[in-house]
């Protein structure tokens, strides 16, 4: 009897020790890797999430790497507090909307850095340069930052630079920088998006592109593609949520022929119930295009009966049955069908 609850407390422990070996992702991280990647030119540079320092779960939060490429990258056009003037290595420290930066995030931020020149092998550290996106800066962050021999500039709003040891530091406050133009996307990683996705800045058309594709790497994160690995995710239901709410808001602020682009007409109209569609039309535009027979068989079943048997008559038979039929149905019962008049015999 002991020897079995032995055994039942070892496989409890064993059972502990694998849920707490579960690594638990924030899906904040790979909308802000999604939208890097869409704004960054193409074939110029590479993310890499959460990049291993160690053995140990050491990671920085993103690796932007220059790749081995003759001439200068073009300007990106977006998010150019974050992605402009990057270096060959630029390690980006991300803290996201539920987050707030600490004393520990400076010193690690410095760790990183230097753990990354031996892990990368690379022998001049000005190859190196350092990113911050934060919501914003905390008095006990730059405090600690200033311990360590580092003294922000404000070079505009919400951005900052300085140089933390050897390196170029560049922090961006996401709550003020989205604000400028081309840098609107940055209020998808804000703590507005999680109590306000509604009020996410008007879209350039070129943001709206990579709005849409964000969406789709969202939809991912909820439902992993076949043959991906669902991960453990912090914020995952309010991340989509907010993206949800966010799309809502930046459909209704579309025109109409926006809005309707790409659809057929009948696909629209599938979405409206007969008079819907009628809504507004005078008559004369709800029988534009039909024949005098079928504009006879769009009156209502009081006018058909007020017709004259001599002009209905003169109608095509399909569309005298028709109307015997209406009008049959109508007053609950079977139409009479109507005698054929003999010729007179010679």
Same mark, same amino acid.
């Given at each position: 009897?002991?020897?079995?609850?032995?055994?039942?407390?070892?496989?409890?422990?064993?059972?502990?020790?694998?849920?707490?070996?579960?690594?638990?992702?924030?899906?904040?991280?790979?909308?802000?890797?999604?939208?890097?990647?869409?704004?960054?030119?193409?074939?110029?540079?590479?993310?890499?999430?959460?990049?291993?320092?160690?053995?140990?779960?050491?990671?920085?939060?993103?690796?932007?790497?220059?790749?081995?490429?003759?001439?200068?990258?073009?300007?990106?056009?977006?998010?150019?507090?974050?992605?402009?003037?990057?270096?060959?290595?630029?390690?980006?420290?991300?803290?996201?909307?539920?987050?707030? %930066?600490?004393?520990?995030?400076?010193?690690?931020?410095?760790?990183?850095?230097?753990?990354?020149?031996?892990?990368?092998?690379?022998?001049?550290?000005?190859?190196?340069?350092?990113?911050?996106?934060?919501?914003?800066?905390?008095?006990?962050?730059?405090?600690?930052?200033?311990?360590?021999?580092?003294?922000?500039?404000?070079?505009?709003?919400?951005?900052?630079?300085?140089? %933390?040891?050897?390196?170029?530091?560049?922090?961006?406050?996401?709550?003020?920088?989205?604000?400028?133009?081309?840098?609107? %996307?940055?209020?998808?990683?804000?703590?507005?998006?999680?109590?306000?996705?509604?009020?996410?800045?008007?879209?350039?058309?070129?943001?709206?592109?990579?709005?849409?594709?964000?969406?789709?790497?969202?939809?991912?994160?909820?439902?992993?593609?076949?043959?991906?690995?669902?991960?453990?995710?912090?914020?995952?239901?309010?991340?989509?949520?907010?993206?949800?709410?966010?799309?809502?808001?930046?459909?209704?602020?579309?025109?109409?022929?926006?809005?309707?682009?790409?659809?057929?007409?009948?696909?629209?109209?599938?979405?409206?119930?007969?008079?819907?569609?009628?809504?507004?039309?005078?008559?004369?535009?709800?029988?534009?295009?039909?024949?005098?027979?079928?504009?006879?068989?769009?009156?209502?079943?009081?006018?058909?009966?007020?017709?004259?048997?001599?002009?209905?008559?003169?109608?095509?038979?399909?569309?005298?049955?028709?109307?015997?039929?209406?009008?049959?149905?109508?007053?609950?019962?079977?139409?009479?069908?109507?005698?054929?008049?003999?010729?007179?015999?010679?």
């Amino acid at each position: 009897m002991a020897k079995g609850n032995r055994t039942a407390t070892t496989r409890e422990v064993r059972s502990s020790q694998r849920q707490r070996r579960v690594r638990v992702y924030t899906a904040w991280h790979p909308v802000l890797v999604a939208l890097l990647e869409h704004v960054l030119p193409e074939g110029w540079y590479q993310c890499v999430s959460e990049f291993q320092l160690a053995r140990e779960p050491l990671r920085v939060d993103i690796v932007i790497l220059r790749r081995s490429r003759r001439g200068a990258p073009p300007r990106p056009r977006l998010l150019t507090s974050v992605v402009g003037e990057l270096a060959e290595h630029t390690l980006v420290h991300f803290q996201g909307p539920t987050d707030e %930066l600490e004393r520990d995030d400076a010193r690690m931020l410095l760790a990183y850095a230097l753990q990354y020149l031996v892990v990368a092998e690379i022998e001049a550290p000005a190859a190196v340069a350092l990113r911050v996106l934060a919501p914003r800066l905390t008095p006990r962050f730059t405090e600690a930052l200033m311990s360590l021999g580092c003294t922000l500039t404000p070079t505009g709003p919400g951005t900052h630079e300085g140089r %933390l040891g050897v390196f170029p530091l560049r922090v961006v406050e996401t709550v003020p920088a989205n604000a400028r133009e081309g840098e609107h %996307l940055l209020y998808t990683v804000t703590p507005g998006m999680v109590a306000d996705p509604g009020g996410i800045p008007a879209l350039s058309p070129e943001e709206i592109a990579v709005f849409w594709a964000l969406l789709e790497h969202v939809e991912q994160v909820r439902h992993p593609l076949p043959g991906q690995r669902k991960r453990h995710m912090k914020d995952e239901k309010r991340v989509v949520e907010s993206f949800e709410q966010a799309l809502a808001r930046l459909v209704a602020r579309l025109p109409p022929e926006q809005r309707l682009a790409g659809l057929a007409p009948e696909q629209v109209l599938q979405a409206y119930a007969p008079e819907q569609r009628l809504a507004g039309l005078a008559p004369e535009q709800r029988l534009a295009g039909l024949t005098e027979a079928q504009a006879v068989l769009a009156l209502p079943d009081a006018m058909l009966r007020a017709l004259s048997e001599e002009y209905l008559a003169t109608l095509p038979r399909q569309t005298q049955a028709a109307i015997q039929k209406r009008l049959g149905a109508a007053s609950g019962r079977q139409p009479a069908r109507r005698r054929r008049t003999r010729s007179p015999s010679r």
